[in-house]
């Protein structure tokens, strides 16, 4: 099973970005797929997760009404839509995923974990 997180890059505050992962190894459709965030030095933190039928989408109250998680089943892959990005979104992204069919936000609930890609958001 393997993750691939893209999209990550260096944008001012109020820009938008969206990332991509990628699986390859799984039947994705029987997977929950969550996003999470960390900051060096920090605790990863949950984004946002979405369950394998792309429905039930769960976000961090910190991001709700401006990040966005969809998922396309038949391209293997999960987005997050960054939108209003703010400085403290800065951090490295990591995407997960888990057979389950139900959406799950708790990071230690999550067995398959992408390389992260990094977002920096300059004031």
């Known amino acids: 099973v393997q993750l691939q997180a893209f999209g990550g890059g260096l944008v001012q505050a109020g820009a938008s970005l969206r990332l991509s992962c990628v699986a390859s190894?799984?039947?994705?459709?029987?997977?929950?797929t969550g996003w999470f965030r960390q900051v060096p030095g920090e605790e990863r933190e949950f984004v946002a997760a979405i369950n394998g039928n792309g429905d039930n989408p769960r976000y961090a109250e910190s991001v709700k009404g401006r990040f966005t998680i969809t998922r396309d089943n038949d391209q293997n892959t999960v987005y997050l839509q960054m939108d209003s990005l703010k400085t403290e979104d800065s951090a490295v992204y990591y995407c997960?995923?888990?057979?389950?069919?139900?959406?799950?936000?708790?990071?230690?609930?999550?067995?398959?974990w992408g390389q992260g890609t990094l977002v920096t958001v300059s004031s």
């Open positions: 997960s995923a888990r057979r389950a069919s139900r959406t799950v936000v708790v990071e230690y609930q999550y067995d398959k």
């Open positions: 190894g799984l039947t994705f459709s029987l997977y929950v």
